[in-house]
């Protein structure tokens, strides 16, 4: 399981997410994405931790806390669709 956390400071790194997120146990990776044309940060993160215990846990305790003047939203992360099809549908 991958935990978001949404409406980030700007100025967050992917260190400060880390140092959040490791006092509910070892933090396996985390990643604060980028804009592809401006390389600025799109104000959210992901965090993936090595057990899901810590996980779930994080996630209640901190969900709608004030960090970094701002109050995060922090929630299981929805997996993507990677096998994306055509949806149109051709009528006769």
């Not at 990776?29 to 993160?45: A, Y």
Request: glycine share 8%.
């Amino acid at each position: 399981m991958t935990i978001f956390i949404g409406n980030l400071s700007w100025k967050t790194e992917e260190e400060d997410l880390k140092d959040l997120f490791k006092t509910y146990g070892a933090v396996r990776n985390c990643t604060i994405p980028l804009e592809r044309d401006s390389g600025r940060k799109r104000g959210f993160g992901f965090v993936e931790m090595t057990s899901e215990s810590s996980e779930k846990t994080a996630i209640d305790d901190l969900q709608d806390v004030e960090w970094m003047g701002r109050e995060i939203r922090v929630n299981k992360a929805e997996q993507k669709d990677r096998s994306r099809r055509n949806s149109r549908h051709h009528g006769s």
